[in-house]
């Protein structure tokens, strides 16, 4: 699902056009020792990775908060 939002500044001029998807968070059985433990899985792929410059090679930085993940990208940064 695909929606759009805008982010005003504090006199209501619209900054940028964000687009907002929503993804699932599935379920990921990792091997443990002698058992598998469930943790979560949060997967991104499609074409609109590229166009916003999260092309293949690019190292991404995740910044992590309740309820909040932010990924971004270094422009100078790639790992072949």
């Known amino acids: 699902t695909i929606s759009w939002q ?3 500044v ?7 056009s964000v687009e907002i998807r929503k993804i699932k968070v599935y379920r990921k059985f990792q091997k443990r020792t002698n058992k598998f ?3 979560p ?6 074409k609109w ?5 999260f092309t293949i090679g690019k190292v991404v930085s995740v910044s992590v ?9 270094d422009k100078k940064i790639m790992v072949t």
């Open 41 to 46: 899985e949060i997967r991104l792929t499609g």
């Open 65 to 73: 908060s309740k309820n909040r993940i932010v990924l971004s990208t």
């Open 6 to 8: 805008l982010i005003y």
């Open 49 to 53: 990775l590229n166009e916003n410059e």
């Open 37 to 39: 433990i469930e943790v």
């Open 10 to 16: 504090f006199n209501f001029v619209p900054v940028k």
